[in-house]
């Protein structure tokens, strides 16, 4: 039979081994935290693949950071087409960013804005921003039922939940409750970093050691926006089977009359913000697959530029959309590496040759 003290000593043990266990858990989780806030901050690399919409939750990528900042946004699209690091190249005096998120459109992107100023301040707002336009992003017309960003900010935010009530969206200040329970959501999903940035730890030090593979492509898939890049492109079959189903249908039959006021208005409103903030705007429509470009019903795509250009009035605007030939595709929608540099050269030497003229 187990005396007491033994049964006492027992239990002290294992409280001990649990509370050293719970505090060597806490202190890994914070020295992760560390690596991964060095590894996004100070060494650029991107930590949110799988979930870029939770990007915006993140202090560290905003608070100060906006001035000599080119913010690029946009959907899907958007990400793969533009490349942060080569802008550089033709604009030595801006620092790019991507901040575009798939299954997304314009209101996605004056959410986005209004958060980044509410919660962190102007001085998070970027110097000029880049917003790549689709027809799918313009029409607003998704796969998904829900913006990720309004749901992710909904969830995880400590500060704001988005009010739509089919109307504008709205930034609706969270109570102390709600702000706690999202504390903890998004503490919880900041863990999905820690393993891309100890990935990034491994290619800082072989950089360190051998400067030449800084460069290197295949080193930074898992760390740049690109989902696409590095895959093997789609076959035509495949692309046009993915462009006669689901949501594309609804797209190339888009009556653009019906949503003209809410184009107009959506527009009108980033064109507004950025000018009252001195945000240098530049509007590029993206390049499509000829096969996208085959199946608009006859007049759509004319409209959809018609009222862009009328609501852009005098913002800087570049069409990209026969830029590019089917080659220079990884999917229906996508770029390939390779097009994404045409893209994005393109892109900055417009913006190179504006900001020449406007000095």
Known sequence: MTSFTERFSRSILIIAATGYTLVAGLLSCLALERLARWVEVYQGDYLWREQEYMQILVPDLYVGKGPGRLLLCGSSEAREAFLPDRFGRHLPSLRAYQNSSAHSGLPDLLVMLRYKERVYGTQALPEAMVVGITTRYISNIQSIPMSLLFD????????????????????????????????????????????????????????????????????????????????????????????????????????????????????????????????????????????????????????????????????????????????????????????????????????????????
Do not use: C
């Open 152 to 359: 992710g900010i909904n969830r995880f935010s400590p500060h704001f939940r988005i009010k739509t009530n089919g109307g504008q969206p709205e930034l609706i200040r969270k109570t102390f409750a709600e702000s706690l329970v999202s504390r903890a959501r998004l503490t919880r999903m900041l863990t999905f970093r820690y393993r891309p940035a100890l990935y990034g730890l491994m290619r800082a030090l072989l950089v360190s050691l051998r400067p030449e593979l800084a460069h290197d492509f295949h080193l930074r898939i898992g760390l740049t926006p690109s989902r696409f890049h590095h895959r093997t492109p789609w076959k035509p079959e495949e692309r046009r089977t993915y462009l006669e189903e689901g949501n594309w249908r609804s797209v190339h039959g888009w009556d653009v009359a019906r949503d003209r006021d809410r184009i107009h208005r959506d527009l009108a409103e980033l064109v507004d913000f950025a000018a009252r903030r001195g945000i240098a705007l530049y509007v590029v429509n993206l390049p499509e697959l000829s096969g996208n470009r085959a199946l608009y019903q006859t007049g759509v795509y004319e409209a959809y530029l018609r009222e862009v250009d009328k609501a852009l009035s005098r913002t800087p605007f570049l069409d990209l959309r026969g830029f590019l030939p089917d080659e220079n595709f990884y999917d229906a929608t996508h770029l390939t590496l390779a097009g994404s540099v045409k893209v994005t050269d393109r892109v900055a030497q417009f913006i190179a040759a504006d900001r020449a003229e406007a000095r």
